[in-house]
């Protein structure tokens, strides 16, 4: 299924996106294929979700040929010499069961990429099919965490499918963190964002970044490694009581790394977070609290229901008051139609 949804690359044989649509790559498959096509004008249109940089991760690339007519009958003249059994060798398959997030990935530097296994209790195959049918999990409908071999010092939550989507996360969850460098992976579904919003940290140590919390996402291109979205390094001591604006991180996997100072009792953390699905939900807009952008431009959903809010555990643990927008944006002569089905508070 390609889930072309406001993430996409569409080719038309015209100067106008009103010009017949030649061939379309939908934003969880990017083959590194080549493409033909003959005409007086191409136009590529490049669209990508309202996820905004900082999180800059959608993108594409493409080499552009013009051949001449003799280059073409040459090709034309090997590929008829070439044996059939030995075509595609060499080509990647797509698993479609993998998880895979939106888009291409920027290119990064080099401090700013960090390996997977990075663990030393690690073993390089850990994140291995058998090692995961291996783990003892719990979804978010169940209590706690699921936690894998202490020695790892790793929890991940996995979203169930017809469960809630947020919840509460610290350092509680862990023991034994004096020195210990620790994970939490936080896995959704194919089209989920994830929104953090940090509620308590403090984080001591000797010296800088003795101690610190990374935010790292998967990277496509760069296989088995990460990019980093966000660090906070030691020292640091901050509460975020007054804040109501989460992180909003581009990706259905989440990897949360820290590293508590050796001799400190003091380093803890507490934060909520929410799975947002951004084919169902709408998109969400950054730098806020809450606020959603419906866009039926490149989106095959032009109607369904429309629930805001109400279910999150990070809205419900910020008290006070909240204040949410949804805004609808229809194409060049639609109409938007909205239907009050319930109302509760």
Request: negative net charge.
């Amino acid at each position: 299924m390609c889930l072309c949804v406001e993430h996409f690359v569409s080719i038309y044989d015209g100067k106008t996106i009103r010009d017949p649509i030649l061939h379309t790559l939908c934003g969880y498959v990017s083959p590194g294929e080549s493409y033909d096509f003959n005409g007086p004008s191409i136009l590529v249109e490049f669209s990508s979700s309202h996820v905004l940089p900082p999180y800059h991760f959608n993108g594409f690339a493409a080499t552009i040929e013009f051949p001449t007519s003799a280059d073409i009958d040459e090709e034309e003249e090997v590929d008829g010499l070439e044996d059939e059994d030995d075509h595609g060798e060499d080509d990647e398959e797509y698993d479609d069961d993998i998880e895979h997030d939106y888009g291409e990935d920027t290119e990064y530097e080099d401090d700013e990429i960090v390996s997977i296994p990075e663990f030393d209790d690690d073993p390089d195959e850990i994140y291995t099919a058998e090692t995961r049918r291996n783990q003892k999990r719990k979804n978010f409908s169940q209590k706690g965490p699921s936690i894998s071999l202490a020695e790892e010092c790793r929890v991940e939550y996995q979203r169930e499918r017809r469960g809630p989507s947020s919840g509460l996360i610290s350092s509680d969850n862990f023991e034994g963190l004096k020195g210990k460098k620790c994970r939490l992976i936080l896995k959704g579904y194919k089209g989920d964002v994830l929104k953090i919003l940090f509620r308590k940290l403090q984080l001591t140590g000797d010296k800088e970044c003795g101690a610190f919390i990374r935010i790292s996402t998967p990277s496509i291109r760069r296989s088995p490694k990460l990019n980093i979205v966000h660090k906070i390094c030691s020292p640091f001591d901050g509460s975020f009581s007054n804040s109501q604006i989460p992180l909003l991180i581009n990706s259905s996997t989440v990897y949360l790394d820290f590293k508590f100072a050796g001799k400190s009792r003091l380093d803890y953390f507490g934060a909520l977070f929410d799975f947002h699905n951004v084919l169902t939900q709408g998109h969400p807009v950054p730098n806020s609290t809450c606020d959603t952008i419906y866009s039926s431009y490149g989106s095959p959903l032009s109607r369904g229901p429309m629930k805001v809010f109400g279910e999150s555990e990070l809205i419900r643990q910020l008290g006070g008051f909240v204040r949410c927008s949804t805004a609808l944006i229809p194409q060049q002569g639609q109409t938007v139609t909205i239907k009050d089905l319930c109302i509760y508070s």
